[in-house]
């Protein structure tokens, strides 16, 4: 099956910092998505962006579909951005099953 | 953005006692899902329908079942839960329009069976 692979792992910040979060899969996909899931457990849908950039304020993500590879960009970064980062993508199988990376974790401090 | 509701958000639990997660979503959204994601780990999905009637397994092994009787409601049940079934029950729906099938999630369950 597809393989998703995120890094870094884990990130430490100072506010105010700026980070690139990468996402790398193993197949072509239709769907991807970027999630932040917050201290109590919620994912938050950052982004829907199969390919091509967008921005939403603070954030912006990229997908280069023929590479293979998303960024997620953080600029300004704030302590509530902290939590955990994931990217996912939908299984090549259809049906719009979504495999998930196993997150960044950010820290953010003050 | 759909509006996808769980209950309860925290449930403790003894060993073998039967339980029900609830999820409903109010936007109407044909697609259902329930994932899950034991602490500081990925998300496995475990359960899927794609309208009323229509159930399958995700590719994560699980002892739960689900039911679709109705669009708006996905409730996973558990007959005799087990310390291993510990872990956050997530349920997400989507719909694809205009060429784009995004998927919401719902708080989320956090069980703990003891």
């Known amino acids: 099956g597809i393989q998703v692979e995120q890094s870094p792992p884990d990130l430490i910040l100072q506010e105010g910092a700026n980070s690139t979060l990468r996402c790398n899969f193993s197949?072509?996909?239709?769907?991807l998505q970027w999630f932040h899931q917050n201290p109590w457990g919620q994912l938050i849908n950052l982004f829907y962006?199969?390919?091509g950039t967008k921005q939403n304020g603070r954030l912006s993500a990229t997908t280069v579909a023929t590479e293979r590879y998303s960024l997620l960009y953080i600029s300004s970064s704030q302590t509530t951005d902290s939590g955990v980062y994931f990217c996912a993508v939908e299984d090549p199988g259809g049906y719009n099953k979504l495999i998930f990376g196993a997150g960044t974790r950010l820290a953010v401090h003050p | 953005e759909a509006d996808i509701y769980q209950t309860p958000r925290y449930l403790v639990i003894g060993t073998g006692k039967k339980i029900t997660l609830e999820c409903s979503q109010t936007m109407g959204h044909d697609k259902m899902y329930w994932y899950q994601q034991d602490p500081g780990m990925e998300l496995h999905l475990i359960h899927y329908s794609y309208g009323v009637n229509s159930t399958e397994k995700g590719d994560l092994s699980s002892e739960s079942t689900v039911s679709r009787i109705r669009t708006e409601h996905f409730p996973l049940t558990l007959e005799s839960a087990r310390p291993s079934h510990t872990s956050q029950y997530l349920c997400?729906?989507?719909?694809?329009?205009?060429?784009?099938?995004?998927?919401?999630f719902g708080p989320g369950t956090r069980l703990t069976v003891t």
């Open positions: 962006i199969p390919s």
């Open positions: 997400a729906s989507s719909v694809l329009k205009a060429g784009r099938d995004e998927q919401y």
């Open positions: 197949d072509s996909v239709n769907n």
